[in-house]
């Protein structure tokens, strides 16, 4: 007939460990490993006197000691890709570091359980869901969910989906022109060539939006008297020029701008 005993004091090895090293007030960053493993191994052989199991975690620790302890007792020194001397005691002293933060903060977890567990449950959590489905006019209340209902929701919010998509979508784009920026261009090419034909003008603004913004700027400069046109050569061509009297006009219009 087997027996389990669990000692309080050492929940593990690192728990052990830790014992140890507190107990003889070491330094955890340059554990002495040959104290430590014998005292490990001296541990262990006690509980097998005892009949008391031997965990598996516990063994495993015991092994990982042995192996060090054989590292440090050969001649030959591991370096790491940088040639610095690699201590294999490192990656136990980074697992006993970290046990020792994560038990440090079992204190403080305790005793937030024990408030917790001594604190009495609300009795009005249900009536206070079905108030926030009722205002919120929730045809599902959360307290009472099926996999039927969550299908049902699933299916009005996919139906409401394809409708926001099949509604009509206004798209607004901004044109890199403007009348006014189209105008002054014009202006200043007409002056500095003296004549300008509308097909040249065609061809340094060849897409579609950029004739219309030109043909609308050509109609505001003669509105305003600035430009003069006459039948070019070809089809649907003409020659657009400053118009008479208006040079100095124009010419003092480019300057302030």
């Known amino acids: ?10 929940k593990g090895p690192f728990d052990l460990l830790l014992f140890f090293i507190e107990r003889d007030e070491l ?12 005292e490990f191994m001296g541990y262990l052989q006690q509980l097998e006197q005892l009949n008391i199991e031997v965990a598996s975690d516990f063994i495993l620790t015991a092994a990982t000691l042995m192996r060090i302890k054989a ?15 690699i201590d294999p ?10 046990y020792k933060k994560y038990k440090s903060a079992v204190p403080e977890l305790t005793a937030m359980e024990e408030q917790r567990l001594a604190q009495e449950n609300r009795g009005n959590i249900h ?15 959360l307290q009472d969910l099926s996999l039927y209902k969550l299908m049902r929701v699933f299916e009005k919010v996919m139906v409401r989906y394809d409708e926001e998509q099949s509604r009509p979508k ?9 009348i006014e920026e189209q105008r002054d261009l014009i202006m200043r090419m007409v002056t500095e060539r003296h004549q ?14 950029g004739m219309i913004f030109n043909f609308l700027a050509i109609l505001d400069m003669l509105q305003l008297n600035l430009i003069g ?9 003409f020659i657009i020029s400053v118009a008479e009297g208006q040079a100095a006009q124009v010419m003092q219009l480019l300057i302030e701008e």
């Open 27 to 38: 330094d955890i960053h340059d554990i002495p490993i040959f104290q430590i493993t014998n």
């Open 170 to 178: 206004h798209t607004v784009i901004t044109y890199p022109y403007t």
């Open 229 to 237: 046109v006459e039948v070019g050569e070809g089809f649907n061509d």
């Open 196 to 209: 300008l034909a509308f097909s040249q003008l065609i061809m340094e603004f060849p897409d579609k939006i």
């Open 1 to 10: 007939m087997s027996f389990e005993i669990k000692l309080p004091l050492f």
């Open 71 to 85: 590292k440090m007792l050969l001649p030959r020194v591991e370096k790491d890709e940088e040639g610095n001397e």
């Open 127 to 141: 009536e206070e869901l079905q108030q926030i489905a009722l205002a919120n006019h929730f045809e599902y209340e």
């Open 89 to 98: 005691r490192e990656e136990l002293v980074q697992h006993l570091l970290e």
